[in-house]
């Protein structure tokens, strides 16, 4: 990967971020800032189809803002932005749309999870991988790092943009490279399902004191007695427990769960602790940074008007071509 590649990649501003979200995308996006021309962004108009409090809207948004700011990402080595702030992604979003037959987003994984899940979809939902697709090719970006689980989002968007290019003949947009994030295993929340703020089961980043004891100390476990042993790769207590601790630890503890004597409430302390001292310095960061909030602000600003000028020079010769002139500048 080379400083010539654009990578790009956001999320939601849905809720307060979990230890999921920061294993499964954000510690990966910071490491990542070092390797291209950055684009991270908060997909708040995406957090539309699941928040229609504004008021909780914004101060999630804020609180993502410091929660990367606090565990490393560096605005000065990347662009950092809000979705929001970008209105020719909407814009795109459009043009795109009207290019898109209703059979594909039919397809879309997360429409038919919803659904299947007895949930009634909203039409933001239904063409949610549309304006995902104009989030990434309105800043012409090469890279895409995703999980798995987004995998078919990424084909939407190289569809579309070979769809508008092949329209027009003309390239209009450039077909960005998947880039799907090797991850780790799936990070479970307290009652053992997938780490979601949809499940009510996280760990939050930044909890602390008793907020965090009282969610670590009910992890859900067997019933396997103390003095027996146990099995450290069938429970959710150790499955965290990896995420935190170095190699030595890890073994040190896999191997007392084995021995037998060692019980699921030991291993919570040691969870406890780990969480504490992995976060302990991020944290600091935060608390003095929620003091400076005109900092924050202006980072989100300046991060916004980086992308907005990428962002026009995308959309300028689109609607050169698609015919949508403006008699007046905006």
């Known amino acids: 990967m080379t400083k010539e590649k654009t990578i790009l990649s956001g999320i939601q501003p849905s809720g307060k971020l979990h230890i999921g979200n920061y294993f499964g ?20 108009y995406h957090s539309l189809t699941s928040v229609s409090d504004g008021k909780r809207l914004k101060e999630y948004t804020l609180d993502v803002v410091l929660d990367y700011l606090a565990l490393g990402l560096d605005p000065e080595k990347c662009t950092f932005f809000a979705q929001s702030d970008v209105p020719q992604t909407t814009e795109l979003a459009w043009i795109l749309g009207c290019h898109t037959p209703v059979s594909l987003m039919e397809k879309g994984v997360a429409y038919k999870d919803k659904v299947a899940n007895g949930l009634n979809p909203n039409i933001g939902l239904f063409t949610y991988p549309v304006l995902q697709a104009a989030d990434i090719l309105i800043y012409h970006s090469h890279l895409v790092p995703v999980g798995e689980d987004q995998k078919q989002n990424i084909e939407i968007a190289r569809d579309l943009a070979g769809k508008l290019n092949r329209a027009y003949d003309r390239e209009l947009l450039i077909i960005p490279e998947e880039y799907i994030v090797k991850s780790v295993a799936t990070v479970p929340g307290i009652d053992g399902r997938k780490m979601s703020k949809s499940y009510n089961n996280t760990i939050n980043i930044f909890d602390e004191g008793k907020v965090l004891k009282k969610k670590v100390m009910s992890i859900q476990t067997d019933s396997t007695a103390l003095e027996d042993p146990k ?27 084995r021995a037998g004597g060692y019980g699921y409430g030991h291993a919570k302390k040691e969870l406890l602790g780990l969480i504490e001292g992995y976060f302990a310095e991020a944290r600091d960061r935060r608390k003095k940074l929620t003091e400076n909030m005109d900092y924050v602000i202006d980072v989100l600003r300046e991060g916004g008007i980086k992308a907005r000028e990428r962002a026009e020079s995308v959309m300028e010769p689109i609607r050169e071509t698609t015919g949508l002139f403006r008699s007046f500048e905006m």
């Open 231 to 257: 099995d450290p790769d069938t429970c959710n207590v150790f499955a965290l427990i990896r995420l935190f601790a170095d190699d030595d630890t890890r073994e040190e503890i896999a191997g007392r769960y």
């Open 25 to 44: 995308a954000m510690r990966q996006h910071i490491r990542m800032q070092e390797e291209g021309d950055a684009f991270y962004f908060l997909a708040n």
